[in-house]
Structure formats: C-alpha cells, structure tokens
C-alpha cells in the first residue's frame, strides 16, 4: 500500500513537472522566442523566400492548451500571388483564404528543425488561375540560418468551401467551381509520393459547358515516383451529377519540356442505360423526354501514348447493351429485346487501321426484327462504310396492335437483306453510283393513310434485286457492272389534293461500272418499262398519263465531271397525254418516240460549242391546244431532227380546222453568247405545202385566243377523257378587240416558200398561190403569184416594222381579167381612189403601187400615202352608180339602165390626200368623152370632161365639182381635146413615162 502511494506521488510529480515544462516552452514560444507578431512575420518571410511569390496575411496565432501536445498555428485573412515581376502582366496564380489552421509537433520542430504539421484546413479559399499567364519558377532564396535549416512536412490538407475560377480570356471563357471540398492526405512535404485525393463540389458552372450546372465527386489514390515525373492512378472513382466512372492507370514524363505519356484504363459505373440517357443534356439529345429507354449496359476503354499537341494517344473503347427495352407513348407495345455491342479503336501511329465497328445492332418487337452489322474504317483519313441489315417488319400487326393514333393506317409486310459498302467523302460529292452493294428488298400489300395529313400510299408488290452481273450494255465497256433491277406491280399515292400518282407494271433497271480510279465518275444506265404511269398535280389542274412507257437513259462522263463525256437518251411511248383544265391546254401525242445523244467536242475541232446535242423526235398523230390558238391542231406522221441548235423539219403534216399543211426545212436558235449581240434568235428556211389554207378562219381563231387571254372570267376547260377533247372545244365567238398592225418580232430572220392549192382570204378563193417571203430585221419582203375566183394577181410587198409607232408598207398589186366589183373587197382602198370600181361589174387589168403608213386594220393611211393606180378593161357595166344616172338624165342616153362603157384605161396619182385622174378616153352609149381631174379622199369632185362625139354637132367641155348628189355642171371650151390628136400616142407615151418614173421609186424602197 506504501508502495502504490509513493508510484502515484512519483507519478504525478512527473505529471506536474511535465505540464509545467512544457507550459514553460509554450509560454517561452509565444511570448519570448515566438510572439504572434514574430511568428507571423517568420512565415510570412520563409514563403516569401521563393521568388516570384507574393504573401501576406493578418495574423498567425498559436494554440497549445486546445491541442496539446501538439501546437495549432492560425493564419488569418492572408492573399498570395504568383507572378514573374519582370515582366508587366496579370498574376497567372493568386487567391485569398479566410482562416489556414494546422497542428504543428513542437518536438520534431525542437529536435528535427522539422515543421511538421498535421490537419491543415483552409477555409473560404479564393482561387484565380489564368490558363494564358505561364507560371514562374519558384526557386528559394537564402535567408535566416535557423529558417534554412528547418524543414517542413504536411500530413493532411483540407479546403473547404472554396472557390476556384479558370480564366482563359483569348476564348472569353471563365469556369468556376463553387462550394468546393478537397482533401488531400499523405506526405505533402519534400520528397512526398503517395497520397489520398478527394474532391467534391456540388456547383460547377462555365462557358460552353453541355449541362448549366454541374456537380462531381473524385476520389483517387496517387502515387508519384522520386522524380516527380510521373503519378500512377488507382482506385479513382469519378461522379458526374451522381454518374459514376471508374478511372485506373499511369500519366508519365510530366516534367518540363517531355512529352505527357498516358496509359489509362477506364469504365462506365453504372449498368443502366436509363441512368445514362438521364445523364446526357437534353439539348443534345432533346427526344430523350418522350420516349423511354431501359437495358443493361457495359462500356470500357484504353488510353495509351503520348499527349502531343497534333495527335491523340491510342483509344480502345468497347460498349453493349442487353435487355435492353424502347417504349414511346404513342405506340401500344414496347421493343423489349434490343441488344447491342461496338467497339472503337484509334491509333495515332497507324490511321489507316482505325475503325468503328458495330458487331450487332439486333431490335425484336412487335412482330418484327431487324439485325444490323456495320464497320467505318479509315476514319480518320477516308471513312469507308460496311453495313448489312436482315429483316422483316410486320405492318400489319404494327397497324392494328401498336398503332395508338386512329386517324394513321398500317398494314403490310416487307423484307429485306442487303449488303452496302461507299466512301463517306463519295457520299459528300454526291458520287450516289461508287455506293457497293448487293441484297433484295420486298414490299407486299403495303397501305399508309394519314387521315389528318391527307396522305394515301397503297403498293401491292414491290421487288428490288441489286448487286453484280455480267454486262450486257454496249454503252459500257466493263465485263461486271452494279445492277439494280425494281419490279412495281402497282404504286398509288396521293398527297392532299395536291398530288395523285398511279403507277403499274413498272421495271426499273439501273447499272453502273466501278471505275478503277477513285476520282473517276463511273457511266451509269437506267431503264425504265411501264404499262400505265397517271399523275395530277397543283390541285388537280395538270394531268399527265403514260402509255407503254419505254425510257432508256446513259451517262458516260469523263474524269470526276459529269457534265464531260456522253449521254443518250431513248423516250418512247404509244400514247402521251397532258391536260391542263385551267390554263386551257391539252397536249396528245400517239407513237411518241425521242432519241438523243450528247458527245463532247474534241478542242481541235471546236467551233464555239463544246458539246454536241442530236437526236430525232417523231410521232404518228398529235393534238394540241392552247387558250392562244383556241382550235384544235394536229400533227401527223411528224419526223424532226435536231442538232444543238438547230431544228429540221421533213414534211411535218399540220391540220387546223380546215387548213392544212406539210413543213419542210430547217430553224435554228442562237446560243447564249448571240443573245446580247444582236444575231436573231431564230432563224431558218421552211418551205410550205398546202392543199387548202383559210385565212379568215385562222385570222379569227388567233384574234379569239388574244381576247382571251385578256378575259377575267375565262371558262374553265372541263376535266375528262382527252379522247373527247373536240367535243369539249367551246365554240368560238368573235369578239371586238382593240386592233393594231402585226408587229414582226427583231428575233426572227426566216426564208419562206410557198405553194398552196387554195387559200381563203377575205371570202375571195386563191389558187395556186405560190412565192417567197423573207422575215429579218422586224421586216417582211414577199413576192406572190395566184389565180383566184376573181382573177389572177401578183404581188411584191414589203412590211416593216421596225417603229411600233408608224408600220409601214410597200407593195406593187397586179391583177389580170380580175372581177372589177370585187376589186374593193380585196383592196378597200381602191374605192377611195377610183370611186367608179365599186359599181362596175366586168373584167378588168389593174396594177395598184403604192406605199405609206397602215392603220390598225393593216390598211395604207390615205393621207399619207403615195400611190399609182392603173386600170384597164372593155365592156364594162355601171351597176347603180348615181353620178352616170345623171349623167344619162342630162345627155339623154339611149340605154338609161344599161351604163356600159366600151373601153376605158384610167391613171390615178394619189399624193397629199389628192387624187390626180389623169385625162383618159371614155365611151358609153351615143358619146366619146376626154375625162380628166382631181378629187380628195373625202370624195370632193373637181373633174372636166371633154365630149367630143356625141349628138350634138360640136365639141364642148363641162365641168363637173361637188359631192355626189350635189354636182355642180358648167359648160366650157374642151381642155382635153389636143391631147389625143394623134389619137393619143404622144400623150400616152409622156404618161406611161410619168408613171414609170413614179412607179419606180416606189419600188426602189422594195429593194
């Protein structure tokens, strides 16, 4: 008992001593050696030791009895900075802290001259890092020798609730880490090489970041080698908003001027694919709210090689997923067996052998499957893609069992397999023809309606076989071509009521030669062969239907452009129709057949074009009509050839209502570059053949068509069989127009030759009408021949038109034993100039030269017109004409009914709006007269006539002025008389010399 009481003495002897040594050191360190304002000037020197750093705080204070036997050093309200101070530029490191507090051991600092201090916290850390400011180095500088000789070593550092910002100002972004909790566990002093990492922060915001805000949690062992040159990673778990990854390996050469090495291994570390899909922004992958999608998943990867600024290191990434489960709301019934597996790999050192593989993509469901391998090599150089896809879907079952939307109907089958091999930069230049493949595709009794939509679809039987087959084209060279052939029983599609489409018996072939050059583009053909192809469009106003379709198309360009090379095109087909009920028009085309090739023209032999278009259009009937020839027209037995631009015509048969005609000849349109030079655009010869030509009937139908064109209210074509299109046809009403002279359009320069059995103009029957024409220059020269119920005639004429504004005409008219009556229907104007013409009946020689302006009615202006008139004839009749009624009352002829004149030739002169009658002889009944003067074209008389046989005994002149009916007679001595002495020879000869000399001008300007 004695003894227990002396050890606890003794004990607590020691115990005393002990406290009250080390209060002594404690007080001996704070107040003597070690003072809050020492110590702090102390630390505040020892960091600032390295150069390039900047510290400062406002105070450190020690700790003893609250941790004892360790001493808890406090800094206070402290900012650092590094910075190189040569140069003037932002910090590229500072922060600022609140409060740092740690544990320091006083013996190893006693003893050792070691700082070791254990549990530091730093609370309310403000960290700034500007990525674009490079670090100084932090090298020592000599300093106090104690402070020399001490070392220091930290076990554990803990920051909590800091906040860190990465600056990178070029690319204006900021990104900072809020709330942040890190710590940091091992030797953190000289030569520290394992330690613990843990980080976590709930915000995490930045510029460009695919989530707006972010939370992550990192955990991970580090060890580092002696050298500081490398840290191997293991045990690193990483948390994205909650989504865990799994991280393990080792990051080597990270000392200044290597290069980063990297080998690395990581996993994903969740299995559910929901996770996942909840875990990827909804902006990039915006469908992921209306549909849901479920399975276990597994993805890894490798990381190895070095971190250089132009290459990556090798990537190894392998993903599947099993039981894997879609579901969308709109759909009955989910796809509940979904699986699948990939697998990447890159490499750095050997691009060529990158790909990305799909081992197997395979969907069951619903009835249906679908199995789907693929691989994309080469890509990052030239991407290459293999696919191949099996299956069939059942749209049957799909329509009536999944479908949930009532107005959608589904039903039918397909079936496919296929393999597809391309380059992805072919696909970019839209090289469609180098795609590589081979299967069979199927389509039974497929049916789609969109009732709210207004889409039908409706495709019975549908077969497609693509792949390589011998060669049994001549346009191509190559023994094996890419073959794809399509049979179509019957295809039915419309579109609201924009769009209907029925197709059958359709078989579509297509071939192409793989080109041994990639930059090659390869020849393609199509062919296409079906029975019946009917389709309305815009509303049901245009409608187009195929018969016995036959069309042939070949491509063969030269190098990678298209447009070098060859082409043919072969279009054939018994029947073509076109119908447009709105705009009035119909097109029918029976035994349509088009040939045409193009080839490139050698440089050498170039003449302006580089490629040279020909081919042959023909057909065996046509009808065509259009609201501005509102008459149906026919073309029979046609054959046109054409040669870039130029069109010839072999006997094209062409039938109007009751005219017809057959057109030979050639025309030809300028090219582009002639355009903006003047050169007419349409030129050629036709040569015109005709049995029977009504102009008045023409006349009227063109004149009907420019009506009514300008009519608001224009009467709709009815929609029907084009077979009856003639029954349809409205009859034709004449309308009033506003008329005007034709004006002959300055892109036109032809050569016309006719010859025409018969011709209605203007109710007087031509025959044989035969001549020329040449239209250039907005101007028509004509020379003409016919013989007509009247007479015969022929005319030189020249239109121009060249001013809209005053249209001019000069023509030189002869007619032969013409039908004098009907000479003013033919020529209006002659009435004017010789009244006597319109009630004359017999036969008579006129010839009419004139030239002037032409009115609205294509009629000379009188009063501005120069022109001769001559006329001829005997025997000749007065029917009803008032003037030589009272002409016979005053002479009291014998036949007052009966005027007829034995022999009359007549000059006229029409100049400024007067009429010149030049004295002539006229006999009629018991008299011989001189008749001779003027008169206006407002039919004013101011005549003189000499009666030199007659029952009475004398000679005598009268004078005749006035209107008709209102003449006034005078009694004068002869004027005439003298003329005709000779019995008229001098006199006609200075007349016939007159005339010529008129005549000739005017038929000088013809030239």
Same mark, same amino acid.
């Given at each position: 008992?004695?003894?227990?009481?002396? #050890? #606890?003495?003794?004990?607590?002897?020691?115990?005393?001593?002990?406290?009250?040594? /080390?209060?002594?050191?404690?007080?001996?360190?704070?107040?003597?050696?070690?003072?809050?304002?020492?110590?702090?000037?102390?630390?505040?020197?020892?960091?600032?030791?390295?150069?390039?750093?900047?510290?400062?705080?406002?105070?450190?204070?020690?700790?003893?009895?609250?941790?004892?036997?360790?001493?808890?050093?406090?800094?206070?309200?402290?900012?650092?900075?590094?910075?190189?101070?040569?140069?003037?530029?932002? *910090?590229?490191?500072?922060?600022?802290?609140?409060?740092?507090?740690?544990?320091?051991?006083?013996?190893?600092?006693?003893?050792?001259?070691?700082?070791?201090?254990?549990?530091?916290?730093?609370?309310?850390?403000?960290?700034?890092?500007?990525?674009?400011?490079?670090?100084?180095?932090?090298?020592?500088?000599?300093?106090?020798?104690?402070?020399?000789?001490?070392?220091?070593?930290?076990?554990?550092?803990?920051?909590?609730?800091?906040?860190?910002?990465? $600056? #990178?100002?070029?690319?204006?972004?900021?990104?900072?880490? $809020?709330?942040?909790?890190?710590?940091?566990?091992?030797?953190?002093?000289?030569?520290?090489?394992?330690?613990?990492?843990?980080?976590?922060?709930?915000?995490?915001?930045?510029?460009?970041?695919?989530?707006?805000?972010?939370?992550?949690?990192?955990?991970?062992?580090?060890?580092?080698?002696?050298?500081?040159?490398?840290?191997?990673?293991?045990?690193?778990?990483?948390?994205?908003?909650?989504?865990?990854?799994?991280?393990?390996?080792?990051?080597?050469?990270?000392?200044?001027?290597?290069?980063?090495?990297?080998?690395?291994?990581?996993?994903?570390?969740?299995?559910?694919?929901?996770?996942?899909?909840?875990?990827?922004?909804?902006?990039?992958?915006? #469908?992921?709210?209306?549909?849901?999608?479920?399975?276990?998943?597994?993805?890894?990867?490798?990381?190895?090689?070095?971190?250089?600024?132009?290459?990556?290191?090798?990537?190894?990434?392998?993903?599947?997923?099993?039981?894997?489960?879609?579901?969308?709301?709109?759909?009955?019934?989910?796809?509940?067996?979904?699986?699948?597996?990939?697998?990447?790999?890159?490499?750095?050192?050997?691009?060529?052998?990158?790909?990305?593989?799909?081992?197997?993509?395979?969907?069951?469901?619903?009835?249906?499957?679908? !199995?789907?391998?693929?691989?994309?090599?080469?890509?990052?150089?030239?991407?290459?893609?293999?696919?191949?896809?099996?299956?069939?879907?059942?749209?049957?079952?799909?329509?009536?069992?999944?479908?949930?939307?009532?107005?959608?109907?589904?039903?039918?089958?397909?079936?496919?397999?296929?393999?597809?091999?391309?380059?992805?930069?072919?696909?970019?230049?839209?090289?469609?023809?180098?795609?590589?493949?081979?299967?069979?595709?199927?389509?039974?009794?497929?049916?789609?309606?969109?009732?709210?939509?207004?889409?039908?679809?409706?495709?019975?039987?549908?077969?497609?076989?693509?792949?390589?087959?011998?060669?049994?084209?001549?346009?191509?060279?190559?023994?094996?071509?890419?073959?794809?052939?399509?049979?179509?029983?019957?295809?039915?599609?419309?579109?609201?009521?924009?769009?209907?489409?029925?197709?059958?018996?359709?078989?579509?072939? /297509?071939?192409?030669?793989?080109?041994?050059?990639?930059?090659?583009?390869?020849?393609?053909?199509?062919?296409?062969?079906?029975?019946?192809?009917?389709?309305?469009?815009?509303?049901?106003?245009?409608?187009?239907?195929?018969?016995?379709?036959?069309?042939?198309?070949?491509?063969?360009?030269?190098?990678?452009?298209?447009? !070098?090379?060859?082409?043919?095109?072969?279009?054939?087909?018994?029947?073509?129709?076109?119908?447009?009920?709105?705009?009035?028009?119909?097109?029918?085309?029976?035994?349509?057949?088009?040939?045409?090739?193009?080839?490139?023209?050698?440089?050498?032999?170039?003449?302006?074009?580089?490629?040279?278009?020909?081919?042959?259009?023909?057909?065996?009937?046509?009808?065509?009509?259009?609201?501005?020839?509102?008459?149906?027209?026919?073309?029979?037995?046609?054959?046109?050839?054409?040669?870039?631009?130029?069109?010839?015509?072999?006997?094209?048969?062409?039938?109007?209502?009751?005219?017809?005609?057959?057109?030979?000849?050639?025309?030809?349109?300028?090219?582009?570059?002639?355009?903006?030079?003047?050169?007419?655009?349409?030129?050629?010869?036709?040569?015109?053949?005709?049995?029977?030509?009504?102009?008045?009937?023409?006349?009227?139908?063109?004149?009907?068509?420019?009506?009514?064109?300008?009519?608001?209210?224009?009467?709709?074509?009815?929609?029907?069989?084009?077979?009856?299109?003639?029954?349809?046809?409205?009859?034709?009403?004449?309308?009033?127009?506003?008329?005007?002279?034709?004006?002959?359009?300055?892109?036109?320069?032809?050569?016309?030759?006719?010859?025409?059995?018969?011709?209605?103009?203007?109710?007087?029957?031509?025959?044989?009408?035969?001549?020329?024409?040449?239209?250039?220059?907005?101007?028509?020269? *004509?020379?003409?021949?016919?013989?007509?119920?009247?007479?015969?005639?022929?005319?030189?004429?020249?239109?121009?038109?060249?001013?809209?504004?005053?249209?001019?005409?000069?023509?030189?008219?002869?007619?032969?034993?013409?039908?004098?009556?009907?000479?003013?229907?033919?020529?209006?104007?002659?009435?004017?100039?010789?009244?006597?013409?319109?009630?004359?009946?017999?036969?008579?020689?006129?010839?009419?030269?004139?030239?002037?302006?032409?009115?609205?009615?294509?009629?000379?202006?009188?009063?501005?017109?120069?022109?001769?008139?001559?006329?001829?004839?005997?025997?000749?009749?007065?029917?009803?004409?008032?003037?030589?009624?009272?002409?016979?009352?005053?002479?009291?002829?014998?036949?007052?009914?009966?005027?007829?004149?034995?022999?009359?030739?007549?000059?006229?002169?029409?100049?400024?709006?007067?009429?010149?009658?030049?004295?002539?002889?006229?006999?009629?009944?018991?008299?011989?007269?001189?008749?001779?003067?003027?008169?206006?074209?407002?039919?004013?008389?101011?005549?003189?006539?000499?009666?030199?046989?007659?029952?009475?005994?004398?000679?005598?002149?009268?004078?005749?002025?006035?209107?008709?009916?209102?003449?006034?007679?005078?009694?004068?001595?002869?004027?005439?008389?003298?003329?005709?002495?000779?019995?008229?020879?001098?006199?006609?000869?200075?007349?016939?010399?007159?005339?010529?000399?008129?005549?000739?001008?005017?038929?000088?300007?013809?030239?």
């Amino acid at each position: 008992m004695k003894f227990v009481r002396i #050890i #606890i003495k003794v004990f607590l002897s020691l115990l005393v001593l002990l406290l009250m040594l /080390s209060g002594g050191i404690f007080c001996y360190l704070k107040y003597k050696l070690l003072t809050p304002e020492q110590l702090s000037e102390l630390v505040t020197r020892e960091i600032n030791r390295r150069a390039n750093v900047e510290f400062c705080c406002e105070r450190v204070d020690l700790s003893y009895w609250d941790n004892w036997p360790f001493i808890e050093i406090v800094v206070k309200d402290g900012s650092f900075q590094i910075q190189d101070k040569s140069i003037n530029a932002e *910090a590229p490191f500072a922060g600022k802290f609140k409060k740092i507090s740690g544990s320091i051991q006083l013996l190893k600092l006693w003893k050792e001259h070691v700082i070791s201090i254990d549990n530091i916290l730093v609370e309310n850390l403000e960290l700034v890092y500007n990525a674009e400011e490079p670090i100084p180095k932090l090298t020592k500088k000599k300093g106090h020798k104690l402070a020399s000789k001490l070392l220091s070593e930290i076990d554990r550092l803990q920051i909590s609730q800091g906040d860190i910002k990465l $600056k #990178i100002p070029h690319r204006k972004q900021i990104y900072n880490c $809020k709330n942040a909790d890190i710590l940091i566990e091992g030797k953190l002093g000289q030569g520290f090489s394992d330690i613990s990492l843990s980080v976590s922060s709930p915000v995490m915001q930045g510029t460009g970041l695919p989530l707006d805000s972010i939370s992550f949690d990192l955990f991970c062992h580090v060890k580092l080698d002696k050298e500081h040159a490398g840290v191997e990673l293991s045990d690193a778990h990483f948390k994205i908003n909650d989504f865990p990854f799994n991280l393990e390996g080792k990051i080597m050469n990270l000392k200044r001027k290597q290069v980063p090495f990297i080998d690395l291994q990581f996993d994903l570390g969740a299995s559910s694919l929901k996770d996942l899909i909840a875990f990827i922004p909804s902006d990039y992958f915006p #469908i992921k709210e209306d549909y849901q999608i479920d399975g276990t998943t597994i993805l890894k990867g490798t990381i190895h090689g070095a971190m250089k600024k132009d290459s990556l290191p090798d990537l190894h990434i392998q993903g599947s997923l099993e039981q894997g489960r879609f579901h969308w709301a709109e759909l009955r019934e989910d796809l509940e067996n979904i699986q699948l597996n990939w697998e990447m790999k890159y490499s750095s050192a050997c691009a060529d052998s990158c790909f990305l593989r799909l081992n197997r993509f395979f969907v069951k469901g619903m009835q249906s499957e679908i !199995n789907l391998e693929g691989t994309v090599m080469n890509f990052v150089r030239d991407p290459y893609i293999e696919a191949c896809i099996k299956g069939n879907l059942n749209f049957d079952y799909i329509g009536k069992k999944v479908l949930m939307d009532k107005k959608i109907t589904l039903a039918g089958m397909m079936m496919v397999d296929a393999r597809l091999g391309c380059a992805v930069n072919e696909l970019r230049k839209k090289n469609y023809h180098l795609i590589k493949g081979a299967g069979k595709l199927k389509i039974q009794n497929v049916v789609f309606d969109h009732l709210e939509k207004e889409i039908h679809f409706f495709i019975p039987d549908v077969s497609l076989d693509f792949g390589y087959a011998k060669n049994a084209s001549d346009f191509i060279k190559q023994t094996e071509v890419f073959s794809g052939v399509a049979e179509i029983d019957t295809l039915c599609l419309s579109y609201k009521k924009k769009l209907f489409v029925n197709l059958s018996d359709l078989r579509l072939r /297509s071939n192409t030669a793989i080109s041994l050059r990639k930059d090659e583009v390869s020849p393609i053909t199509t062919h296409w062969n079906c029975k019946l192809l009917d389709a309305r469009w815009n509303n049901s106003s245009a409608w187009t239907s195929i018969q016995n379709l036959e069309l042939h198309v070949g491509v063969k360009p030269i190098g990678n452009n298209l447009l !070098n090379g060859e082409g043919g095109l072969m279009f054939k087909a018994d029947k073509l129709r076109f119908l447009n009920p709105y705009r009035q028009q119909a097109f029918i085309f029976d035994k349509i057949q088009l040939i045409s090739e193009i080839r490139l023209v050698e440089e050498k032999r170039r003449t302006g074009e580089k490629h040279n278009l020909k081919g042959v259009l023909e057909f065996e009937r046509s009808q065509m009509y259009i609201p501005q020839f509102p008459m149906l027209t026919c073309i029979n037995h046609a054959y046109l050839g054409f040669q870039n631009h130029q069109l010839t015509l072999n006997r094209l048969h062409v039938q109007a209502g009751k005219s017809d005609c057959f057109l030979s000849g050639s025309l030809s349109v300028a090219d582009a570059k002639n355009k903006k030079s003047g050169v007419p655009q349409v030129e050629g010869s036709l040569r015109i053949l005709s049995a029977n030509i009504d102009y008045d009937e023409l006349e009227r139908t063109l004149s009907y068509g420019v009506s009514s064109e300008k009519l608001q209210n224009s009467k709709m074509m009815a929609f029907g069989d084009l077979n009856n299109l003639e029954s349809q046809l409205h009859v034709q009403e004449p309308i009033k127009l506003k008329q005007h002279p034709v004006y002959i359009s300055k892109n036109i320069a032809l050569e016309l030759q006719f010859d025409l059995d018969h011709m209605n103009y203007r109710n007087v029957d031509l025959q044989h009408v035969q001549g020329s024409a040449f239209v250039r220059n907005q101007a028509l020269k *004509a020379h003409l021949t016919t013989r007509t119920n009247l007479g015969k005639a022929e005319l030189d004429l020249l239109y121009n038109s060249l001013h809209k504004d005053k249209v001019t005409t000069c023509f030189d008219l002869k007619l032969k034993d013409f039908l004098v009556a009907q000479v003013h229907e033919v020529i209006p104007t002659v009435k004017t100039i010789f009244p006597l013409i319109e009630t004359m009946d017999g036969l008579v020689n006129c010839r009419l030269t004139a030239v002037g302006p032409v009115d609205n009615r294509m009629l000379p202006l009188l009063g501005n017109t120069d022109a001769i008139c001559s006329v001829d004839g005997r025997n000749l009749i007065l029917m009803d004409n008032g003037t030589f009624k009272e002409i016979a009352r005053r002479f009291r002829f014998k036949n007052k009914e009966k005027h007829e004149i034995d022999k009359l030739s007549a000059n006229l002169i029409l100049h400024k709006k007067k009429i010149e009658v030049l004295p002539f002889v006229l006999q009629w009944d018991r008299y011989k007269a001189i008749v001779g003067g003027e008169h206006s074209i407002d039919l004013t008389y101011n005549y003189h006539m000499d009666l030199l046989d007659s029952p009475i005994p004398i000679d005598f002149g009268i004078d005749l002025s006035g209107k008709e009916g209102q003449f006034k007679y005078k009694l004068r001595k002869c004027k005439y008389k003298d003329l005709f002495k000779d019995g008229g020879i001098q006199y006609d000869a200075e007349v016939e010399k007159r005339l010529s000399r008129i005549r000739q001008a005017i038929i000088h300007q013809m030239q």
